[in-house]
């Protein structure tokens, strides 16, 4: 008998002798239970059909899952009745933005959580650490909001063990979701290059090597790159290799928002297939779309193109938000040369280089992408405005705005960043139909690109209503009202296909043992009503929402409480 075969054998021989458990009966005694969740539809994460049970919590553990009735009468401090409603996992985002929330805001995320979001997944090119201080001097440089974070946390965050200073430090603030990250590419780059164009030297790669295996070692789950910002945009395809070849051995994946969308969106993905191959690692696409109007066809073919990739043996996959319009900085419509060294806004100030940035704008140079002529001066909506001459433009299309300033539309947009460097741009340039078609595939999963907000202390400002209504609108428009997934597949594709993505531990699934992150909804009203012209609008029909066991939403309102740890990759030397 091999040793493998003894132990198995001594493990049947003790649960044969160990007494039965009467039903409701907690395991390890008979200690109530901290809640028991009676009478719901329980899908649990997997895929699996649903089926009607009871759930019992202790601690930040799911214990029990029985089947209906059978807690009945067990000892619980807390009972809640589910009949008529969905259990389900808790939602995890694989792509939030709630970094500066975490850090320096009150950590409740309302937004977030009133979708059934239990875990935020940070990382899209940038992460507050490792930070050097030829990096801490440029972000400061840059202004905008990365630099008053910079200020006020850099100090804690400077040198190599930063990004593990980072993740302890979200935690010690408080907040309602947990929270993991990616390491951004663009961090490594700025940690050693500052934000200059070129190649990295030898010398310079073999210090991203070593901040890649001490932020992997720190919990970082992979790679994460933004290749159509400064600095990310300047790293080559050999660089990303590198950076992907020291995540490696820690089991990180490459997660990237590809160097194109759109006009060359079909080469953009052959790029990330050839860093994940290269660098060894399993390969993510972010917010997969195919942006601009003569660019929709191009979604089949991309679909084709992971499909086929994946039948010849590439890990690869991709997720998407649940709306036919993106967001980010209306700055980011300048080309990435015009940003070297931080200097976007000198450059736009100087009227010689205003000029020659007006012109590759209209005439967009070779490998760069335009948000702005993709979703057109009609397709782009405006927000976020703080300088009070400018409020009056909240909500608006640049078009608009261009007519009553008598200004074509690249010198209205000058003249609006130069006035207000952080405004934010929605660029309403994807399709419907491509949206519906992408979240049936096998191998996506699904984010926000956004940051959890409070509706109360908006004010008004516009926001891309994916911060509101992501995960609802997928159960309420998706599969009640239009039956493109089912609700299995949804609940799959919104929990344990990220965990396992991300080799997230005993999270995304209901299951004895896993941590007791739980979503109560209600499918026949689960619903999102934020809109594009009155974004700050809570979602409807998530009752309840459990953190580590702890109700972050009860009855639909935040709580208030702040349970939420940190989930870290599988390199993390904590778990040795």
């Known amino acids: 008998m091999t ?27 008979d200690a109530p239970y901290d809640l028991v969740i009676s009478g719901g539809r329980i899908v649990d994460g997997t895929g699996n059909p649903w089926f009607y049970g009871d759930l019992a919590v202790r601690g930040d553990r799911i214990v029990r899952i029985t089947p209906p009735g059978r807690l009945s009468q067990a000892a619980a401090k807390e009972r809640l009745d589910a009949a008529g409603l969905v259990v389900s996992p808790g939602f995890i985002d694989i ?48 202004g905008g909001p990365d630099s008053v974070m910079a200020v006020q946390v850099g100090a804690k965050l400077l040198g190599a063990k930063g990004f593990g200073a980072w993740l302890d430090l979200m935690k010690a603030h408080g907040m309602s979701q947990n929270a993991g990250s990616f390491l951004g590419a663009a961090t490594v780059r700025t940690y050693v290059k500052g934000e200059a164009e070129g190649p990295a030297t030898a010398a310079e790669v073999d210090t991203m090597h070593a901040l890649v295996r001490q932020a992997m070692e720190d919990g970082a789950l992979g790679i994460g790159s933004a290749l159509i910002y400064p600095p990310g945009a300047y790293a080559g395809t050999a660089e990303l290799t590198e950076l992907a070849k020291a995540a490696s051995p820690y089991g990180g994946i490459y997660i990237t928002h590809m160097r194109s969308e759109a006009d060359r969106l079909l080469e953009s993905i052959d790029e990330a297939f050839t860093i994940g191959k290269n660098g060894g690692v399993p390969v993510e696409i972010y917010h997969l779309k195919a942006g601009g109007l003569r660019n929709h066809p191009k979604m089949a073919l991309a679909i084709a193109k992971i499909d086929s990739a994946r039948k010849a043996g590439a890990d690869v996959g991709a ?84 007519k009553a300033m008598k200004l074509d539309w690249v010198d209205t947009w000058i003249a609006l960043v130069l006035a207000q460097h952080d405004i934010a741009g929605i660029w309403h340039q994807m399709s419907e139909a491509n949206v519906a078609h992408q979240l049936t595939m096998p191998w996506i999963k699904f984010g926000t690109d956004a940051d959890g907000v409070d509706p109360d202390s908006m004010k008004g400002m516009v926001v891309h209503p994916r911060a509101y209504g992501n995960y609802p609108r997928l159960f309420g428009r998706y599969v009640r009202e239009q039956g493109v997934l089912t609700l299995e597949d949804a609940v799959r594709k919104a929990t344990s296909s990220v965990a396992n993505r991300l080799s997230i531990r005993d999270r995304g699934v209901l299951r004895e043992g896993a941590f007791a992150d739980i979503v109560i909804f209600d499918p026949n ?33 935040h709580t208030g409480a702040k349970p939420g740890a940190i989930v870290r990759g599988p390199g993390w030397t904590g778990w040795r």
């Not at 001594?10 to 009467?22: E, M, R, S």
């Not at 002529?373 to 299309?397: M, Y």
């Not at 979602?539 to 639909?556: H, I, L, M, P, Q």
């Open 3 to 29: 040793r493998r075969e003894l132990s198995s054998a001594l493990l049947a021989v003790l649960f044969a002798c160990a007494p039965a458990t009467k039903a409701g009966t907690p395991v390890g005694g």
């Open 95 to 142: 792509q939030a933005q709630s970094v500066r929330e975490f850090l320096l805001g009150d950590g409740r995320v309302v937004s977030m959580v009133t979708q059934g979001i239990t875990t935020a997944i940070m990382g899209e090119g940038d992460s507050p650490a490792p930070l050097s201080d030829k990096a801490l001097d440029a972000i400061k440089k840059r």
């Open 319 to 402: 997720d998407m938000y649940l709306y036919p319009a993106g967001s980010s900085a209306l700055a980011s419509c300048a080309p990435p040369s015009a940003a070297a060294d931080g200097k976007l806004f000198e450059n736009l100030a100087d009227p010689a280089k205003r000029a020659k940035i007006k012109t590759d704008m209209l005439h967009p140079i070779a490998g760069s992408e335009n948000l702005c002529e993709l979703s057109t001066p009609d397709g782009i909506q405006l927000g976020g405005f703080t300088v009070d001459s400018l409020k009056k433009w909240e909500g608006k299309r640049l078009a608009e705005v261009s």
């Open 525 to 557: 009203t689960i619903i999102d009503r934020s809109t594009f012209e009155q974004p700050n609008q809570l979602s409807e029909g998530v009752r309840d929402v459990f953190v580590n066991g702890t109700a972050v939403v009860k009855g639909g309102k």
